[in-house]
């Protein structure tokens, strides 16, 4: 089964895909979808057609995806949102399995602790997928650490 | 030429369509669609199938929408923007063009004051229509309002 696992974001989103066998998780590609549209209106449409490509490339089983809470910057916030909207429902439609957890609820799944931070997470993430030259920025960590969760889920249920 | 306005919801969307003409306004239909999915991935879905349906009943020319801001409910303010994100996705690639106006920027092209209250946006779309007898709930007043408004701005651009 594959899992892909996204890291929203207006302009730049992170995305993980993970393959989980009888007996491990291996790690299939991972990077950075970069929206190169100005405005809004393009931004959403550039950002279907980067998922689908993936979506058309790799056919995952299923999405996996932080729910996002805000309070700094309501209009990054907005478009954030807009743009997870758009992702989910792409999903949705195209047949995966959507799972959404809070963000400390995949801290909590990846390292033990719901406060842990990026360089935590991203350690565990290494650690759990057995890749420890891999190059794991922000975003893409996070991605990661979401499909690992979602893999444990979807067994485990 | 035909103009949508829609004002976003997750679960309760208000719309109204309205012809400009050389000299004036017509309304050609409004009302609410109404989502009746439990959770947000089908939702969204649910969004798209009554969307796409409007677009491809009235083909309009133009999406009208207004921005979101918020502050109270950070959960529901989330649901919508995911909502709107899927909305003005799907106007953009069915080549509508897309024009978003902040709420004040409504208020004060329908009413000259931007901050009125939703009774005066209502009562000005009303006469602007020519619609004394039309009962505008929030929802389709905020619709109709955007809709009105781009109006003006699509023939004086």
């Given at each position: 089964m594959l899992i892909i696992g996204i890291d929203p974001g207006s302009r730049r989103i992170g995305y993980g895909l993970i393959e989980k066998t009888a007996c491990k998780i291996n790690l299939i590609t991972a990077g950075i979808l970069r929206?190169?549209?100005?405005?809004?209106?393009?931004?959403l449409v550039e950002?279907?057609?980067?998922?689908?490509?993936?979506?058309?490339k790799y056919r995952p089983t299923v999405l996996a995806i932080e729910k996002l809470y805000f309070?700094?910057?309501?209009?990054?916030?907005?478009?954030v949102?807009?743009?997870r909207g758009?992702?989910?429902f792409l999903a949705k439609e195209s047949g995966l399995i959507v799972r959404e957890f809070s963000p400390s609820v995949v801290k909590a799944g990846i390292t033990g602790y719901g406060s842990a931070d990026k360089k935590a997470v991203a350690k565990m993430v290494k650690i759990i997928l057995n890749q420890p030259e891999l190059?794991?920025?922000?975003?893409?960590?996070?991605?990661l650490a979401a499909a690992i969760l979602a893999s444990q889920k979807v067994f485990s249920s």
């Amino acid at each position: 089964m594959l899992i892909i696992g996204i890291d929203p974001g207006s302009r730049r989103i992170g995305y993980g895909l993970i393959e989980k066998t009888a007996c491990k998780i291996n790690l299939i590609t991972a990077g950075i979808l970069r929206i190169k549209a100005k405005n809004d209106p393009s931004a959403l449409v550039e950002t279907k057609n980067h998922f689908l490509a993936l979506i058309k490339k790799y056919r995952p089983t299923v999405l996996a995806i932080e729910k996002l809470y805000f309070a700094k910057n309501q209009k990054t916030a907005m478009a954030v949102a807009e743009s997870r909207g758009v992702i989910i429902f792409l999903a949705k439609e195209s047949g995966l399995i959507v799972r959404e957890f809070s963000p400390s609820v995949v801290k909590a799944g990846i390292t033990g602790y719901g406060s842990a931070d990026k360089k935590a997470v991203a350690k565990m993430v290494k650690i759990i997928l057995n890749q420890p030259e891999l190059q794991v920025i922000d975003d893409v960590s996070d991605a990661l650490a979401a499909a690992i969760l979602a893999s444990q889920k979807v067994f485990s249920s």
